[in-house]
C-alpha cells in the first residue's frame, strides 16, 4: 500500500490568486497523477505527474493554468493558478507502481474559489 | 482504454449480498477490470481487480465473464458503511497507468 498526505486539505482562496497543492506519498512510487473532482461528479483526470520532466497533460487542461512539479519520486506539487470560482473542486493526488497494480489516493483538497 | 457501463444508482439491505455489474463489451485482451469505491468526502479506494479469473479478497469476489465483456462485484455482507460510489474501471496492463473513471453506480445499503 502507499499513504499519502495532501497539503492543504482545504481552503477558501479569492479569485485571481493561485494555490500550491502537495502531494507527499511514504514511499517511491513509479507514477504520480492529479485529478479534479467537481461537485457531485466523478474524478477527472488533470495530468501524469512526470519526475524530472513537464507534466502529460489530459484533453482540455494546460500547463499554464494547472503548473505541475515533481522533483523526485515521492513528491508532488499542483498548482491552480488565476482561480475563478469554476475551480471550485475536490482536487486528489494519487500513485501507482506499474503494471498490474491499484492505485491509491489522497484525501484530496477541498478548494473553494470565492 | 475501454469504457464500461454501469447503472446510475442500486438499493441493497444490510447483510444481503450486494452485486454490482458493469459492462465493459470493448475490452481488449491486456485490458484488466478494476474496481474503486468512494465513500463520500474521502478518496477512492482500491477494492479488486482482475484480468480473466474470477478474483477474491476480504472485501469482495469479482466475477469475470468468459468472454470479458461484463463483470460483477459481489459484496457478500452489504453493511451500512458499504454505501458509497462503485466505479467499474478497464486499465491496460501492460503500459498505461492511468486511471480514468466513469460515472460509477451510487448504492445505498438500507437498515
Known amino acids: 500500500s502507499a499513504v499519502i498526505s495532501q497539503k492543504p486539505s482545504r481552503d477558501i482562496c479569492q479569485r485571481g490568486t493561485s494555490l500550491t497543492i502537495q502531494c507527499q506519498v511514504d514511499s517511491q512510487v513509479t507514477m504520480m497523477f492529479w485529478y479534479r473532482q467537481q461537485p457531485g461528479q466523478s474524478l477527472t483526470l488533470i495530468a501524469t505527474a512526470n519526475q524530472g520532466s513537464e507534466a502529460t497533460y489530459e484533453s482540455g487542461f494546460v500547463i499554464d493554468k494547472f503548473p505541475i512539479s515533481r522533483p523526485n519520486l515521492t513528491f508532488s506539487t499542483l498548482t491552480v493558478s488565476n482561480m475563478s470560482p469554476e475551480d471550485s473542486s475536490i482536487y486528489l493526488c494519487?500513485?501507482?507502481?506499474?503494471?498490474?497494480?491499484?492505485?491509491?489516493f489522497g484525501q484530496g483538497t477541498r478548494l473553494t474559489v470565492v | 482504454d475501454a469504457k464500461t457501463t454501469q447503472p446510475t444508482s442500486m438499493d441493497c439491505a444490510e447483510g444481503r449480498a450486494a452485486n454490482l455489474p458493469c459492462n465493459h463489451s470493448t475490452i481488449s485482451g491486456n485490458e484488466y477490470v478494476y474496481w474503486y469505491r468512494q465513500i463520500h468526502s474521502q478518496g477512492p479506494q482500491y477494492i479488486i481487480h482482475?484480468?480473466?479469473n474470477n478474483e477474491t479478497n476480504e472485501m469482495a469476489s469479482l466475477i469475470i465473464t468468459e468472454d470479458r465483456k461484463s463483470s460483477t462485484l459481489i459484496l457478500p455482507h452489504a453493511t451500512l458503511r458499504d454505501t458509497a460510489v462503485y466505479y467499474c474501471?478497464?486499465?491496460?496492463?501492460?503500459?498505461?497507468?492511468?486511471?480514468?473513471f466513469g460515472a460509477g453506480t451510487r448504492l445505498f445499503v438500507k437498515a
Open positions: 474501471i478497464v486499465r491496460e496492463g501492460t503500459g498505461g497507468f492511468k486511471t480514468i
Open positions: 494519487s500513485v501507482g507502481r506499474g503494471r498490474n497494480t491499484e492505485a491509491f
Open positions: 482482475g484480468l480473466k
